[in-house]
């Protein structure tokens, strides 16, 4: 039998609700509109929901006492920045506040041969394999810069300037990192093969460091992932952000998808381009337009992988040679309260780790209308997936109170791994092949060519909108939930030298979720992300103010002490 404890609280508007399922035998799907083993808060939206959300809250700290001191850091160009990285791994600098737009890329540098030595942290990008097509990383060059060997560190800035040409790595000897009020741009070109493989640029790689919080930051599109995790990074935020373009046939003159177009209709016009495998050719020759061309330009396809190989169950070592055991296991990811616009797939997409994901919205909207009515982009584009919650390897996500606006697949992938191999090479496809997922989504809302629903993806036996793109084996899951999983004796295995039989997988369904969370209500998402979500034209804060991570205002501190009074009492 499956139980089900409910304890709530109503204070004027707020209302706190706690519910978990013990694990039992497989039931029929009863009605669930929150996430078990959690603390949820829902509430209308205020200063509070400021305060550094979900798992980075268990590990990054305010930094506003360091304000007109040493170790607070103003920056106006790349040269600039590269010394405050530099001295940051050193322990004198804990704040870079940026005052103006930086552009990082390795011709734009120029660094001569001292400085190379000197800033070693930061390297030129290879080259796309089928060369540039966006004139402004030609003039620019990219970068890969990595933050190496710091505790502690905030990088943002009070007015939303922007980094460009460089893909930022946080690495696994770093901890305690918080990135706010920055736009990232201009690391994205057409790729006329239409196959988003022929390099690798990304905003954010989260590489296996530890206390992480991304907040009221803005990301374009980038050529490969937006902010990917990997090598057991654990405890990371990503809150309040913008994701993505509209899909728009008069885009900026001045931005990438403008400028990659525009070169791409040169070479259509000289002929320079080979009817046989080009994409552009293929949609101009058959009647799209430049402009509409544009407008389907404006879409990112992968946006955050966790977990960047099946390969990483056991013995990662970071950059410092310091071994961790399991490292997949240990990715553990919170998406609140960003807004996401003509994106594809993975969000997230996480192996063997766990993922929180709430109150987001997500539309696909814009681009669909593209792919509906132009013919010649619906026949050749290949850019038509719109997925979300991908849980891999063993991995849990759960969803609380999101939008998805024209998602096809709002859940992908497979309960038993063994059902969704097709992207696994050996023998991982054989050793993971008894994993069992864990994918939820509650009190959240899906709307697409379907039609539309409100509700949890466990309604009707897992039969529903929001489950159209997973696989079940034979719906154990439903209405079980484990917080994480555990291979058996991985402590004992070796990642070079993998065991010959499949793995065996244990389940913690006891587990509780180690923060307690807000939400606004599902009808307020929308509005309230559209709103609040991205740089500072919709946030206005002071230096000091941005380098707090807690916005308690009055009416949430006199409830924080029930709130942790209903936690111990209930858990």
Known sequence: ???????????????????????????????IASIPNTIKVEKSYDTSFLSVPGYASLGVNDRSSYVGTSYYRTISNGREFLQAILDASKGTVKVIEVTDNINLGWTELALDSTE??????????????????????????????????????????????????????????????????????????????????????????????????????????????????ENGASNVTFSWNEFGLEATEDPDKGSSIYKSIEYMEQKYAAGALDPSTSVYYKMRNEGATKNQIMAYAAYHSKVHLVGSGDKDYTNYVSPTGVEVKDGNQRLRLTMAYNRYTNVGQRLPMIRQGAG????????????????????????????????????????????????????????????RQGDDTGNMSAPFNELFKDAINHSLIVNSKVINSSGSYIGSSWDNNGDNLFTKGITWYDKSTIGKWAWSSHIVGVENMSKTNPPSTPFTFTYDYNEQLPYAYKTVPLNSVVPTVVKYAGISKKVEFSAAYWLKTNYMDAYSNAYSTIEAESYNKNH
């Open 1 to 31: 039998m499956m139980k089900k404890v409910l304890s709530s609280l109503v204070m004027g508007s707020l209302l706190v609700t706690s519910s978990y399922i013990v694990a039992g035998s497989k039931v029929e799907a009863a009605v």
């Open 116 to 229: 190379k030595s000197k800033y070693s942290f930061i390297t030129n990008y290879p080259k796309p394999s089928n060369g540039f097509t966006n004139p402004l990383l030609i003039a620019s060059g990219v970068t890969k810069l990595s933050i190496s060997n710091v505790d502690g560190l905030t990088i943002f800035s009070t007015s939303g300037k922007t980094i460009k040409h460089a893909e930022i790595k946080l690495q696994g000897s770093s901890n305690d990192i918080v990135i706010r009020n920055l736009k990232f741009d201009e690391m994205w070109q057409w790729d006329d093969s239409g196959k988003h493989k022929e390099v690798g640029w990304s905003f954010i790689k989260v590489n296996g460091a530890n206390n992480v919080w991304i907040d009221h930051c803005k990301f374009s599109i980038a050529a490969d992932g937006m902010i990917d995790m």
């Open 356 to 415: 929180h994901v709430f109150n987001n919205y997500f539309d696909n909207s814009t681009h669909q209308n593209v792919m509906d009515s132009v013919y010649a982009i619906s026949k050749y584009g290949g850019d038509t997936l719109s997925r979300g919650v991908n849980a891999r390897n063993g991995a849990s996500i759960a969803a609380d109170t999101n939008v998805y606006n024209a998602f096809n697949e709002p859940l992908i992938g497979a309960e």
